[in-house]
């Protein structure tokens, strides 16, 4: 087996890797739910050459959408499409936008959006983000009618401001879903263990 990584051909992934402690093998307690992995997988055709053997098993055999799943592998899986397919922040965001919201709406979690608010999405938001995320803690700083400031505390460097953006991405498909128009969302700070998102709607 080899965990050797080819940094000309991945580079937003050898950055990523650089940051943690022990490369795709940290932080193991962290885990996040297979969906979003396995859309990537089941969307893309990804050239695993020059992969290392820990994300090549994944290619081989893609997570079930309910299945846990490390998290640096998942983070990692995002730079591979950014580096391999997207190449662009503009396409970064509208795929983490639209496969977010597919992932969110499909029959395995239509079901925590049914006959909510944005209001309410809020308030049970800690809970909602624990279903899919563990290791990592989501809490709600602060919530008026129509907007909303959280706190995203994460191992170092587990999350950087390009995961931030996506998991803004799926505060906004997740808001939409529950009525909400007009979204718009930002990272307020962030350092290498948190960060502040806001996220505003319309009702």
Not at 3 to 13: C, G, H, M, S
Not at 61 to 86: H, K, T
Request: charged fraction near 20%; proline fraction near 5%.
């Amino acid at each position: 087996m080899s965990e050797d990584l080819d940094a000309e051909r991945f580079p937003t992934v050898a950055e990523y890797l650089r940051g943690l402690p022990g490369g795709l093998a940290a932080y193991p307690d962290c885990k996040v739910r297979g969906g979003l992995v396995n859309s990537i997988l089941h969307a893309f055709e990804l050239d695993a050459r020059g992969l290392p053997d820990s994300l090549c098993q994944w290619i081989d055999s893609p997570p079930l959408q309910s299945e846990w799943m490390p998290q640096v592998a998942a983070r990692a899986f995002l730079r591979v499409l950014f580096d391999q397919r997207l190449k662009t922040r503009e396409a970064y965001l509208q795929w983490a936008y639209e496969s977010q919201k597919k992932v969110l709406s499909g029959p395995l979690y239509r079901i925590l959006f049914l006959g909510i608010s944005p209001q309410r999405l809020v308030r049970v938001a800690a809970s909602r983000y624990a279903h899919f995320h563990q290791g990592l803690t989501f809490t709600i700083e602060h919530q008026s009618s129509q907007q909303a400031t959280a706190m995203l505390r994460y191992p170092t460097n587990l999350c950087t401001p390009f995961d931030h953006v996506s998991t803004l991405e799926g505060l906004r498909g997740g808001i939409e879903l529950a009525g909400g128009k007009q979204v718009q969302t930002r990272v307020i700070d962030h350092t290498h263990n948190s960060a502040r998102l806001q996220v505003d709607w319309k009702d």
